[in-house]
């Protein structure tokens, strides 16, 4: 009979040795697959990082290339080019922290009560303040620089404001708000009458007009995903964001080139007649001429579009947060009807750029009568589909009336006034778009009995506008 004996310690300690062995040795295997790994993914992030960086570079390179174009580095375009890039990033930032604010934060009764109040009181301001500023600017001409410095310098301060408002729940939101957009549309005002001033000779009024516009949306499309991702920290880093931008501003206003406060040879465009206008004018003093009856008709064609742009803004806003389409979430179909509004308008202007040729008075009448027939549509068929070219159209017809309108100024009216004429236009579209803000405001939130009263209010304008054409829409004024 046999006996099993005991393994003894040295046999047991080996095998566990052993064993320690494989461990270490499964370890090393495991921690050498890991840095592999890492390494692997260190190299994917490095690529992706450097493959991202290229492209950045390249975008960068491309749009200074393409501001520098046709003679515009030369003549000092480029810097208002890039300006307005600039500006669109800091109104984009704003706009996206005052959308969480307003829209999403608070009940949609209250939202619409305090947007409508600023809207009321942000009209004030347009009515007294807005018609002054052309007139001040026309008189103090040696300053423009520093005027859209100072518009730029403003909204800085503002935002700081606006950040600890947000953060706080501050009784000064909505004065800082206001200040915002009031400072927002003396920039538009002021950037309108500089760029007659640097333009080269081989681009025309228009194409320039296209080419800032055209950076202005390049500006917000880089700087909206910057300002949501501040914003997730919350709504007040994104206007401290802001903030940043709009010193750069500050300090890229001031920076222009000399010609933009030169005044040399200019004269002052009036949209109303008035017994002094018909005077001769008096020597020492700058000229001043009634609008031409072909830029009257566009720019009253031009405050449909802008009235819509305004009313859908506010209207779908709250629309949508409080009836929603199918499963869809509010913010999602609001980005959906806005991001088709930008692609329309960007579509305008890129086509503005690139066609040689259009019929500025076709253009803007088919362009009030495109917004009427869709809203329109969109009310009879109210849905996802028809929304999203309404927004698609809305954009669209907004910028092509607009560069139309910019064509006509550049046609008939006299070179040593088109800076006033520009002024006095934009002054003119942003008073209609905060109009038809604060329509869609007041209006019930129901989207057939909305959109159906918007269509009428375009159909009605556009008779109005139809009848009071002039019969010689495209001759152009006497000698001014």
């Known amino acids: 009979m046999t006996s099993e004996r005991p393994p003894s310690a040295t046999h047991a300690r080996d095998r566990l040795t052993g064993a320690g062995r494989g461990v270490r040795a499964a370890g090393r295997g495991a921690g050498r697959g890991a840095k592999a790994a890492g ?26 290339r393409a501001a520098r174009a046709e003679g515009a580095g030369d003549s000092g375009l480029s810097r208002l080019i890039g300006l307005h890039a600039i500006n669109a990033a800091g109104d984009a930032a704003i706009a996206i922290s005052l959308a969480g604010t307003l829209f999403f934060q608070v009940p949609t009764g209250e939202a619409r009560g305090q947007v409508a109040l600023f809207l009321g009181l942000t009209m004030l301001p347009f009515a007294i303040v807005a018609p002054l500023i052309g007139p001040f600017l026309d008189r103090f001409s040696h300053g423009r620089r520093w ?16 950040a600890t408002a947000v953060a706080t729940e501050s009784r ?51 700087s909206a995903p910057i300002a949501v991702l501040a914003s997730t920290a919350g709504s007040d880093w994104s206007l401290r964001y802001a903030f940043v931008v709009f010193v750069l501003a500050t300090v890229w206003a001031i920076r222009l080139p000399a010609r933009v406060d030169s005044s040399v040879g200019e004269g002052t465009l009036v949209l109303m007649p ?54 869809w979430q509010p913010e999602v179909l609001l980005g959906l009807v806005i991001g088709a509004a930008g692609l ?45 070219v309404l927004g698609l159209t809305a954009g669209l017809a907004q910028s092509l009336a607009k560069l139309s309108l910019d064509s006509t100024i550049q046609r008939d009216v006299p070179e040593r ?35 159906g009263i918007a269509c009428g209010v375009l159909a009605a304008w556009a008779i109005y506008v139809f009848l009071s054409r002039p019969s010689r829409i495209g001759a152009s004024p006497g000698g001014a």
Do not use: E
């Open 147 to 162: 005027a859209i410095g100072s518009t730029m310098a403003t909204r800085a301060f503002l935002c700081w404001v606006l």
């Open 417 to 451: 006034i088109q800076a006033s004429a520009f002024a006095r236009s934009d002054t003119t579209l942003q008073l209609a778009w905060v109009i038809g803000g604060f329509v869609g405001i007041a209006m019930p939130l129901m989207p057939r009995l909305g959109l």
């Open 172 to 222: 000064w939101l909505f004065p800082a708000a206001l200040g915002c957009l009031v400072a927002s549309k003396a920039y538009g005002v002021t950037r309108a009458a500089a760029v007659p001033r640097l333009l080269p000779p081989s681009l025309t009024l228009v194409k320039a007009n296209a080419r800032v516009s055209l950076a202005g949306v390049v500006g917000a499309a880089v």
């Open 344 to 388: 329309g308008n960007t579509l305008g202007i890129t086509l503005g750029s690139v066609l040689r040729r259009i019929d500025p008075a076709m253009t803007v009448v088919l362009a009030l009568v495109a917004d009427a027939v869709v809203v329109l549509v969109a009310a009879l068929f109210y849905g996802l589909v028809p929304l999203i």
């Open 39 to 64: 390494r692997g993914v260190g190299r994917g992030v490095s690529g992706a990082t450097r493959v991202t960086g290229r492209a950045g570079r390249y975008t960068v390179h491309q749009a200074v």
């Open 274 to 327: 008035a017994a002094r206008d018909r005077r001769p004018d008096t020597p020492g003093k700058r000229p001043r001429t009634r609008i031409p009856a072909a830029v009257a008709f566009a720019l009253r064609a031009n405050c449909g579009p802008r009235w819509l742009s305004g009313f859908l803004t506010m209207f779908m806003a709250f629309l949508l947060r409080d009836n929603p389409i199918g499963d």
